[in-house]
């Protein structure tokens, strides 16, 4: 079956513009979680959502958001881009939830902002 | 919640040789789970852990769960080149069961 989709792979964006992020869980997933990848801080916890609500957040500043829809799928937005939200972005989907389900990553979506 | 904490953060060595990394927590964790990320991948799932004092092998790889379930270990005999990459370990966000926290991760460097 698919794996995990998101798109797009590579972006580049200036200071102070917006970005959306899109994944596409595994089929029957229900559960999408988001990660923020950088070289000093590892994989760092954005967002977790089930059934369209977010249920747990990381320490994030207002400026990431997210959703899901109703098929599952899952978009992150990132508004007034600063230099360091340059990343890789990551979605990972499960069945349930993180913890008692294993995650299955996606190949994500790498932000630079210039 | 807990961030757990990997050494070493980088290991360089030569094919054929062992390999261990370590993952500990101040406080109890309910589970871990173990992850390897290849340069330029995604991280992949490789096991997950539950009961104290737990052992499961994968080929050349042994994964342990401490008895006080606070630390974990993965052991690599004689690797290989195709063991390089990052190994990350995770716990549940104790504030939440939907979360994984990762450590860091140790960057394993395999030259034949």
């Known amino acids: 079956k698919a794996g995990v989709t998101q798109t797009p792979r590579y972006l580049i964006k200036t200071r102070g513009q917006q970005v959306t992020l899109s994944c596409s869980p595994i089929s029957g997933h229900r559960s999408v979680s988001w990660y923020q990848q950088t070289p000093g801080q590892g994989l760092q916890f954005l967002f977790e959502?089930?059934?369209?609500?977010?249920?747990n957040k990381g320490n994030f500043p207002g400026r990431f958001s997210g959703r899901q829809f109703s098929n599952s799928r899952s978009e992150m937005n990132v508004s007034t881009l600063e230099l360091g939200d340059s990343a890789l972005y990551l979605c990972a989907s499960s069945l349930v939830g993180a913890g008692a389900n294993v995650l299955t990553f996606g190949a994500g979506s790498r932000l630079t902002v210039l | 919640g807990q961030q757990v904490m990997q050494i070493p953060q980088y290991q360089h060595v030569q094919e054929g040789e062992d390999f261990t990394t370590y993952c500990n927590s101040s406080?109890?964790?309910?589970?871990i789970q173990w992850y390897k990320q290849r340069p330029g991948g995604h991280p992949v799932f490789l096991i997950q852990l539950v009961k104290s004092g737990e052992v499961k092998k994968q080929k050349r790889l042994t994964f342990q769960f401490g008895e006080a379930k606070k630390n974990s270990s993965l052991h690599i005999t004689a690797t290989q080149t195709t063991d390089v990459g990052t190994y990350f370990c995770?716990?549940?966000?104790?504030?939440?069961?939907?979360?994984?926290?990762f450590g860091k991760g140790t960057s394993l460097l395999v030259t034949p």
């Open positions: 995770a716990d549940q966000d104790s504030n939440s069961g939907y979360a994984l926290n």
């Open positions: 959502y089930f059934s369209e609500t977010q249920r």
């Open positions: 406080t109890t964790l309910s589970n």
